[in-house]
Each structure stands twice: as C-alpha cells, then as structure tokens.
C-alpha cells in the first residue's frame, strides 16, 4: 500500500513512463513539500532509470548552497516567489545534469503566512534543457498535509506538460 493516492501514482507512472522513452532524467528541487516529489516518483519500481537527485532546500541556505540560488534574489523577492522556484529548477537542472527539474518553494502553514502570501501560496517551476522554464502560482486550501499533497500533484502536472511543450 502506497501513502500516495492510486491517481497520483497514475499520473506519476505516466510521466516517468514518458520520459523513460525519451531517455530523459528528471530531479526535483523541494522547500514545501520536503521531499514528497521524489518520494513519489520512487515509489514506482523501476524509476531509477528516469529519477536522477532529490534536493530538500527548505531553508534559504540551502536553496543557495544546494541549487545555487542567489542569496539577493531570496532577499528581492522572498523565498516564496516565481524567482526564487525558477532559480531553483534551474539550479537543479545544472546541479543534477538532468534533461528535466521541478522546484517548488511555498508557504503550507498553519502559520508563515500574510496577506500578500498566504497560507496555500505556492510556486512551482519546472526546468529543461533547450526549453524556456514553466512557472506557475497556486493558491492551495486545506490544512498543512492537504496543501503538500496538492503541490506534488500539481508540480507531476507541470512536468508532464514541460514533455509536451
């Protein structure tokens, strides 16, 4: 029994189905979700032919020292932005030397939120070579756990459609 939903498995399976017959390697770069991305795609046997690195960037430390994101562009913007998830996609891509990265960097409370980024605010990014980066803001609602869940499905989202662009 899988802690991820059969339908996010689906949706999982497919795209590393898809970028298996491309041979093409994905890493992700996390802050909100901690991780849950790449747990995700390993759950799926034989997923190490696609998933390269995982990197957990939940401080802003990390984002610099991990994936290389400017320490100004943090301090310009916040470490909840589209800069800041772009900058980090990018990162990972030239960190892990894959074709494909997803980053993701939000806030999914209870509490860190304010009124121009609010609890459920969370960016997404997905990086590939020879491709102009994905970015996308969402505005998620639920508790903590259901604010998580829903950026990993989204961020499986955005990278599938990153295949098709």
């Known amino acids: 029994m899988s802690i991820f939903a059969s339908t996010l ?9 898809s970028c298996r017959k491309q041979k ?9 979700t901690g991780g ?6 390993t ?6 032919e696609v998933f390269v690195v995982g990197f957990i960037t939940y401080a802003n430390d990390a984002k610099h020292a991990l994936v290389g994101v400017d320490k100004k562009l943090i301090e310009q913007h916040g470490a909840v ?3 800041v998830a772009t900058s980090m996609a990018e990162g990972a891509l030239h960190t892990g030397h894959v074709d494909l990265a997803v980053a993701v960097t939000g806030i999914a409370g209870p ?4 009124t121009s980024k609010p609890v459920g605010t969370v960016h997404i990014a997905v990086a590939a ?17 259901a604010i998580r869940i829903a950026s990993v499905e989204a961020a499986v989202r955005l990278l599938s459609k990153q295949l098709s662009v």
């Open 9 to 17: 498995l689906d949706e999982a399976r497919a795209l590393l189905e």
């Open 24 to 32: 093409l390697t994905i890493a992700t770069a996390e802050s909100c």
């Open 36 to 41: 849950l991305i790449s747990a995700l795609l």
């Open 43 to 48: 759950e799926i046997p034989g997923s190490s």
């Open 81 to 83: 932005s589209a800069e």
């Open 111 to 114: 509490a860190g939120g304010n």
């Open 129 to 145: 070579k020879n491709k102009p980066t994905l970015q996308r803001v969402h505005h998620f609602t639920g508790d903590r756990s």
